[in-house]
């Protein structure tokens, strides 16, 4: 390999800014950084297409560093590529309200793609960011006119290797033959606790061959190899199949003695350690953060050579443009839009009052109006869509190796990696993305589901069957806390309509969030449409409305969601005494408006709460009592599982008279 002078620079700056992080901090992770130098020397001085000027660049490759725990080496690359990443906030490792945070951060940290902390979700986001490249490019690109046309790179540890969610995300990337993903695997057979063989000791590069993956094994520290690696991934095409290079590397490299063992995996190398491996590299004496010269001259000149690319490809776009004028104005929409004109829509006027539409059914209904007026929706199901009511009348064919063009996408049954993915392709841009499964199957999607509320992703997750009215099914499949889960999440909305009319606010709602993740939860069973006062959309944008109002004066107010409004308006109406029913569409919406709250319940009037689940902080807003479930369900007949666990209309007619004495 030409220039190894160069690269070697590169590698030892790497090095010596991890490690100096680390040690100024008293706290990370230097071994990784330090094993990884000369590998991701070569593919930042050489091979990744980014611009540092405009970090945001449409068609940059993405790259992801999904051992997250390695985060000084990302940051050190980011510094050394010319980001606004400067010194003094590598300084400021770890450090409260630092750009440099202890795992990488999207929309903290200029360069970052994605949030990685749990390990393999960096991977999994990865597939997802593969498949949006390959379908914008499909549906995009004119011949030779190619304006989608980078790559995926994600930087994969031991740790991600072994959680179950890299096998969920590898199988479906194999599948689908996402050749523009190229997978770097850090094989230095080190993690906390020792050497792997401690519990791990599979072959990866068959698991990955039986996956439909293509595999490299590569010494980590022989540049020629690294180069020859690199140089037949930027071959690598659309329709090919996924490329992981199996990088063996040696943890810590270059520390002077604790290179290759477990004690560096995570903790600082300490000060004789740095002194003793600052003069095992060649670097001054006494010369913290250090950066070779040559590393940035050669750095320098690589951002030369992406400013001449980037030039060459906003040319390309301002002909591509100029040719092909209704193509750009869809791709303008899919980049720009906000969907606020969604909110203006009557899709609640597809159903009439007094239907009984179970709100998976209309949620269906209301999705294939969605496909019809947004061109950047994309999303399926973790192979429920006909029970979820997602498949899509205008979509027949799903995403595929030779269906390029087609948004359906069909996860098969891997809840897990169905998020992460959708995460990958909320990030990459120019998607709204949607995904779906049963309510209790959340559980298998939490930590993809919390990511995107910290990263303030707008996704749309549809989980359907959200109650005990699953019936027959049984505890399994019947959600007890898992609603009460998901609103636990900060940034994470849950809504639960009540019937038809408001799954279609619901999903009008949700489309156009910008910030934040939208729960909708509905109904397996039917439930019938509710009359509705004038403005109850308003309300159910402040977090909800009066959906029964009594004739006489009310004594009792009840707080319902869902299937429970239903039930709670059918008992007021039969009551002597006067009951509010309020439908809570969120119940954070509810509580962040307070005065609405208030105007709601009025002054001094008794307040509970009914939901098909665990009572939890329904306390906050129903300080009188709740009709709850505080066990698991049953397998049986849905209404008979209803008396089972006491969700009936007797035992709120029962809590409504006492709480109104």
Not at 335 to 346: I, Q, R
Not at 355 to 375: F, H, M, Y
Not at 476 to 484: C, G, K, L, S, Y
Request: proline share 4%.
């Amino acid at each position: 390999m030409e220039n190894q002078e160069a690269f070697t620079a590169i590698a030892t700056s790497l090095r010596c800014l991890s490690m100096d992080m680390v040690q100024s901090a008293n706290s990370g992770h230097p071994g990784l950084p330090m094993g990884m130098a000369d590998v991701m020397a070569v593919l930042y001085g050489k091979y990744l297409k980014h611009d540092p000027s405009d970090p945001k660049w449409c068609d940059r490759d993405r790259f992801v560093l999904s051992a997250g725990h390695g985060s000084s080496l990302l940051y050190a690359l980011l510094h050394l590529s010319g980001y606004d990443l400067p010194l003094s906030e590598l300084r400021r490792f770890r450090q409260l309200h630092s750009a440099t945070a202890g795992h990488p951060e999207y929309g903290h940290t200029v360069g970052v793609e994605t949030t990685t902390g749990p390990l393999a979700a960096g991977f999994a986001t990865a597939v997802g960011m593969a498949i949006a490249e390959a379908n914008l490019a499909k549906r995009f690109n004119q011949g030779e006119e190619r304006i989608v046309d980078h790559k995926t790179y994600v930087v994969m540890g031991d740790g991600c290797m072994m959680e179950g969610l890299s096998g969920e995300a590898a199988s479906l990337a194999g599948h689908l033959k996402l050749g523009k993903l190229i997978a770097i695997y850090d094989s230095n057979q080190i993690t906390i606790e020792g050497k792997t063989d401690l519990a791990f000791s599979e072959n990866v590069a068959m698991r990955f061959a039986s996956y439909g993956w293509q595999v490299i094994e590569i010494d980590g520290h022989d540049y020629d190899a690294i180069d020859g690696a690199f140089a037949q991934a930027n071959t690598q095409q659309d329709g090919d199949k996924p490329l992981l290079i199996i990088a063996k590397t040696i943890i810590g490299k270059g520390a002077a003695t604790k290179a290759g063992s477990h004690k560096i995996h995570g903790a600082p190398l300490g000060q004789e350690e740095i002194i003793a491996t600052r003069k095992a590299l060649g670097v001054p004496e006494g010369v913290d953060f250090y950066v070779d010269p040559r590393a940035i001259q050669w750095m320098q000149a690589r951002r030369n050579a992406i400013d001449h690319l980037r030039g060459a490809y906003q040319n390309q776009l301002l002909h591509w443009q100029r040719q092909h004028p209704d193509l750009n104005k869809a791709w303008e929409a899919i980049h720009t839009e906000s969907y606020s004109y969604l909110a203006s829509e009557h899709w609640e006027q597809l159903f009439n009052e007094g239907d009984k539409v179970a709100t998976r059914v209309a949620s269906g209904r209301i999705l294939q109006e969605v496909a019809r007026r947004v061109p950047a929706l994309m999303g399926g199901s973790a192979d429920l869509a006909p029970s979820n009511n997602t498949a899509i009348a205008d979509w027949p064919v799903g995403f595929s190796a030779d269906h390029r063009e087609a948004k359906m996408l069909h996860f098969g049954v891997r809840e897990h990696a169905m998020a992460s993915i959708t995460n990958g392709l909320a990030l990459h841009g120019g998607f709204k993305v949607f995904c779906a499964t049963f309510l209790v199957f959340s559980d298998y999607m939490r930590a993809a589901m919390r990511l995107a509320a910290l990263m303030h992703l707008p996704v749309v997750y549809v989980l359907t069957h959200d109650s005990i009215y699953v019936g027959e099914d049984g505890p399994t499949h019947q959600p007890i806390e898992q609603i009460e889960s998901l609103r636990l999440i900060p940034n994470m909305e849950v809504l639960r309509p009540a019937d038809a009319q408001e799954s279609a606010w619901a999903w009008q709602w949700a489309l156009t969030q910008k910030e934040r993740p939208v729960v909708l939860a509905l109904s397996r069973q039917d439930l019938p449409v509710l009359p509705k006062p004038h403005g109850w959309q308003e309300g159910m944008a402040k977090g909800g409305y009066v959906a029964f109002e009594p004739k006489v004066h009310p004594q009792v107010v009840v707080l319902a969601t869902g299937s429970e409004v239903s039930l709670a308006v059918a008992v007021a109406e039969k009551m002597s005494i006067g009951v509010r029913v309020v439908s809570v569409s969120s119940r954070r919406l509810l509580e962040q408006n307070v005065p609405h709250y208030r105007h709601l319940v009025g002054d001094g009037l008794p307040v509970i709460s009914v939901e098909a689940g665990v009572r939890g902080g329904w306390a906050s807003l129903a300080h009188a009592g709740a009709i709850s479930i505080e066990r698991f369900g049953a397998s049986g007949k849905a209404g008979e599982v209803a008396v089972d666990v006491g969700l009936t209309a007797d035992a709120l007619m029962t809590l409504i008279q006492e709480v109104a004495k």
